[in-house]
């Protein structure tokens, strides 16, 4: 029986880190588990303190990256390294503000493959701070002309930033992620949230990367469906399985940091877009 390997993206929380790490440590198993902590160049030098403090732990790997690139370029590069050095039966991908309070679930993981196999396993979320439970999103893709209305909105409101900021904060304040399909029941072949994803040796074997074509942020878990539907990959939702999103809400300002991260937003959310309806072209041929 091989390990079943957690990557972790870090940026700059340390502690949301450290909590996620211990979470991982007290999971029945423990022996059979590894991890691999990505620093995605956090500025203020978080990943080389995890290193030192993780150096003698022969079960956690950290890995420095000199730059950050994002969210599906910084877990490529956690789980080729997982892969290369661990040969897992299981990738485990997840926030490193996830706790895995749920004991056995390790053991479900390998209990879940052995009566439904799997190539991607999608948990019930639950973030406490909101009281809401964040997976499955949906059982179907945003098409082209949906995608094409989000571009063109998001770069209306750039356009004139300054203008649309008021609106936008109270937005984006208000954001949340929240589960589009009931999460207290079984689902296949779904959307299901990137917090936590659990990837079976059925998909890392047969993609070079887990998350292609690589955004810097969003539209990962549809460009991932889309894959698995079109190479008769299973997707499947157990709300059996639990993890806890410890988000919380942020608290936005009126200062020019929080404008810049809006503005931030934003701009990935035009990026994301497009690469999701390219992929989505070239895998369907069609407009859909």
Not at 229 to 237: C, E, G, L, M, N
């Amino acid at each position: 029986m091989g390990c079943i390997c957690f990557v972790i993206l870090h940026y700059n929380g340390i502690e949301d880190t450290e909590k996620c790490i211990q979470s991982i440590k007290e999971l029945e198993g423990r022996q059979d588990i590894r991890i691999v902590i990505v620093d995605n160049a956090s500025p203020n030098g978080t990943g080389q303190l995890l290193s030192h403090k993780y150096a003698h732990d022969k079960t956690i790997d950290i890995v420095l990256k000199k730059e950050n690139d994002g969210f599906s370029r910084g877990n490529n590069a956690g789980c080729a390294y997982a892969l290369t050095k661990w040969d897992p039966d299981f990738l485990v991908v997840a926030n490193n503000d996830v706790i895995f309070a749920q004991e056995e679930f390790t053991t479900l993981i390998r209990e879940t493959y052995e009566k439904e196999p799997f190539a991607v396993l999608g948990p019930d979320i639950y973030d406490p701070e909101r009281q809401i439970h964040q997976s499955p999103i949906s059982d179907t893709l945003p098409d082209t002309g949906q995608v094409g209305r989000t571009i063109f909105l998001n770069r209306v409101v750039l356009g004139a930033f300054s203008l649309f900021y008021p609106v936008m904060k109270r937005y984006f304040q208000n954001l949340e992620v929240k589960a589009g399909l009931s999460y207290d029941r079984n689902w296949d072949d779904v959307c299901v949230m990137g917090a936590c994803l659990v990837f079976s040796r059925e998909y890392f074997q047969d993609r070079d990367k887990v998350f292609a074509p690589e955004t810097r942020f969003y539209y990962e878990e549809n460009i991932m469906l889309l894959w698995c539907r079109q190479h008769h990959k299973i997707v499947r939702y157990r709300p059996a399985l639990q993890v806890m999103h410890m988000e919380g809400r942020a608290t936005e300002t009126v200062d020019a940091d929080n404008r810049k991260k809006i503005k931030f937003r934003m701009k990935n959310i035009v990026d994301s877009a497009g690469i999701y309806r390219e992929y989505l072209l070239r895998e369907t041929g069609r407009e859909v």
